[in-house]
């Protein structure tokens, strides 16, 4: 059992776990994965790694509750325990002086995009992060990702706070302007990842993206996360979570995200009769 | 000499329709008259060569005849001496291959049927509150980290804490157990015997650390210098091969790992009672002849799906599926379309697979497994409506643990080099056993080489 030491609700339905589990801690780098597991009849489930303490042993989770584990998860508080939480899995995004990268993350991912900023920082690169939200009510992090960036654009898609717009559009514009761009990072749903690089393919601009497939074990021994990329068949969890966002087969991956819509709505509709929930 | 008793006392098994239709266990075990009658037959010969046919030595006449003088703590002792999974290679080890392959009996077509004898005692020990653990050896004082919890892991930490040395087991995975938990199905191997006998494994002293991924957690070369004195791989070989054919991505195709894990440890069978869902439609196709192909099928049947068919490139003779298991399949409502090979996937708009497209095949010449070679027929493609397929090619080792240990030779196929007797890795100080360095084999042939592997361990920390 892996206890919650922390939790914070950083929107309603967008919440953050600081989870005892030492181990992990230990050797987490930004870009790797967790695998958690809620109970002992649970689903596995991926989460990002947010943020770790490898003094106090602890690793920072950030998820949003979208289905029955999500639901699940959110119903917990400090002082409880998640059954299972195994990692760091994956391979730790690549950080090298690329002299400016940009940094677009999408909702809940803003958390996950934190850690890749502040390592692409220390590395000597400048760092310009864009964050894109719903709405006013749903930003979070501001502060955070504002410390480890040189600029922060954020944006709304209703223009509630900061620019109107998604993300691809202070995107367009600062790989048309003078400074040349070193590689760009984007994390966030798929569809914004999808469209993050194809706003960068014209420019050529190398754009990394973390992929969130369905998961597992979450080591390489299912396969249910293979994905296609160049023309070659990928586990997102032991080759990735990263991968060069200009050759990922984005239908494929998103047709492969769907395979359990039916039964995880099934899940979930059981799930909140049971519990009374909305 | 008394008169040879040829006749072999069966096994009751659950009827195939009703069974087909449940995830409870198939063969039902002998009961005390059953196993009595069996245990019987046994002419106790003096050169016992059902016990060179055992992997691990169990002393089978001896059990057997405790068995029989009504002596159950004696047969359980002597069993489990050399054996520490005893009701798990009851269920799942090749015997006619092994020990009912060199019984004396077997010239006369009836082997004893050791098998089922070793099941019936170590499912006795766990009706009977006994005392059968071992006296452990004084405590050496030295460490022993062991990586994977399956047959090879659990039977290493076994033979090393019954030894005196102090065990740690690191396990990837929520539960331990291996492919005994996440692919051998429950009615099969039911999971309360496997987690009885890593209790049992538990009970002699050993830790066993869950939700390790080693080679993230930790590497080998750091529980060296923190202060292992030995190390034993015992990882498995679970990475799924593919095709490799169009449209293997398609929604709906699973390699053999994924169904099986889904299915048995996440227990996707009691959806939505669990959280993990599977989906078996109305004409699920496994592509393999081996024994986790028949395993997916039978799976795939007790799931509600509609036809299911083992799509096998070789014909039946060289299936390398047991012949029990094979009948088992068909009994149960399996449809085998032999000398069959996929070349491609069909799906839909929305990604999801429809069909197969198949050739026709014919055996040539033996290739270097000794098999006849498949050969394609020409113009003989043919398409199969399908809506779920299971790869189930085999598995190869996960090179996690290999490519993050600095020293440890592996081979082209991605398995360590390991030597047969001792077990003894190219890097001092670790050993590896099973299919980590055999490639996809038995849990039997596993547990042999971690008993090699644990004794040349317990010989060397002891500096012999």
Not at chain 2, 350 to 374: H, K
Request: proline share 5%.
């Amino acid at each position: 059992m892996y206890q919650i030491l922390t939790r914070e609700d950083l929107t309603p339905e967008i919440h953050l776990f600081e989870i005892d589990a030492p181990g992990v801690a230990r050797k987490a780098q930004a870009g790797q994965f967790i695998v958690i597991r809620v109970d002992e009849k649970g689903e596995r489930i991926p989460l990002t790694i947010a943020d770790w303490n490898r003094e106090k042993g602890t690793v920072t989770v950030v998820f949003m509750e979208v289905g029955k584990t999500t639901r699940k998860l959110a119903t917990l508080k400090a002082g409880e325990s998640v059954a299972s939480f195994a990692g760091p899995l994956g391979v730790p995004t690549h950080i090298e002086n690329f002299g400016t990268v940009v940094c677009v993350a999408g909702g809940f991912a803003i958390a996950t995009i934190v850690p890749i900023a502040r390592a692409m920082r220390a590395a000597g690169n400048k760092v310009i992060s864009i964050m894109g939200f719903r709405s006013k009510e749903l930003v979070f992090w501001e502060d955070r990702l504002r410390s480890v960036s040189d600029e922060l654009i954020v944006t709304t898609d209703d223009g509630s706070y900061g620019r109107k717009g998604v993300v691809t559009v202070p995107l367009k514009e600062l790989l048309e302007g003078d400074g040349k761009i070193g590689r760009v990072v984007a994390i966030g749903p798929t569809v914004m990842m999808k469209f993050s690089s194809l706003t960068t393919q014209p420019f050529g601009v190398k754009t990394i993206v973390s992929l969130n497939p369905i998961m597992v074990d979450g080591t390489g021994m299912c396969g249910v996360c293979r994905v296609s990329v160049g023309g070659v068949t990928k586990f997102t969890c032991v080759d990735g979570p990263d991968f060069d966002g200009h050759q990922v087969d984005w239908d494929e991956l998103m047709a492969r995200q769907r395979i359990y819509l039916d039964e995880e709505k099934r899940s979930l509709e059981l799930w909140q009769q049971s519990h009374g929930r909305r | 000499m008394p008169q040879l008793d040829l006749n072999r006392v069966s096994m009751p098994k659950q009827k195939p329709k009703a069974r087909a239709k449940n995830f409870n266990e198939v063969a039902l075990g002998y009961n005390e008259k059953h196993a009595l009658a069996e245990a019987t037959r046994c002419i106790q010969c003096k050169k016992r060569n059902c016990v060179e046919g055992c992997p691990v030595g169990v002393d089978i006449p001896e059990f057997i005849l405790a068995l029989r003088e009504g002596n159950m703590p004696e047969a359980v002792k002597v069993l489990k001496s050399k054996n520490a999974l005893p009701g798990i290679c009851g269920r799942v080890c090749p015997q006619e291959t092994q020990c009912e392959e060199t019984c004396s009996l077997a010239k006369k077509g009836a082997p004893i049927a050791i098998g089922r004898l070793e099941r019936y005692v170590a499912d006795w020990e766990l009706n009977h509150q006994t005392d059968s653990n071992p006296e452990l050896a004084p405590a050496t004082g030295k460490r022993v980290a062991v990586v994977g919890s399956g047959p090879a892991g659990l039977t290493a930490a076994a033979d090393l804490a019954k030894r005196g040395h102090e065990v740690t087991v690191y396990e990837a995975l929520h539960i331990a157990g291996g492919v005994l938990m996440y692919g051998i199905p429950e009615f099969r191997m039911p999971k309360h015997i496997v987690q009885a006998e890593v209790d049992y494994v538990k009970s002699l002293g050993v830790e066993i650390k869950l939700d390790s991924v080693m080679g993230k957690i930790s590497t080998v070369d750091e529980l060296l210098e923190e202060g292992y004195d030995a190390v034993f791989l015992g990882t498995g070989a679970g990475l799924p091969m593919f095709l490799n054919i169009p449209g293997e991505n398609y929604n709906g195709i699973y390699s053999a790992n994924e169904f099986l894990t889904r299915t048995n440890l996440m227990k996707a069978y009691l959806f939505p009672e669990y959280d993990t869902p599977i989906k078996a439609g109305r004409n699920v196709a496994v592509i393999g002849g081996g024994n986790v192909a028949m395993d997916a099928a039978r799976c795939a049947l007790r799931l509600g799906a509609g036809k299911v068919y083992i799509v096998y490139r070789r014909s039946r003779a060289e299936m390398p599926a047991r012949a029990e298991e094979v009948e088992n399949a068909e009994e149960e409502g399996v449809i085998f379309k032999l000398l069959t090979n996929p070349v491609r996937f069909l799906g839909d708009d929305q990604g999801w697979v429809t069909a197969m497209e198949c050739v026709e095949m014919e055996l040539g010449e033996p290739d270097e497994s000794g098999r006849r070679r498949p050969v394609t027929k020409k113009g003989s493609e043919f398409t199969m409506e399908v809506d779920t397929v299971v790869v189930a090619l085999g598995t190869t080792p996960n090179p996690l643990v290999p490519t993050t240990t600095k020293g440890l030779d592996t081979t082209k196929k991605g398995t360590v080099v390991a030597d047969e007797e001792t077990g003894k890795t190219t890097k001092p100080g670790v050993w590896a056993g099973g299919d980590v360095v055999t490639g996809s084999a038995t849990v039997i042939s596993a547990m042999g080489a971690a008993k090699r592997a644990a004794a040349s361990i317990d010989a060397y920390l002891r500096g012999q």
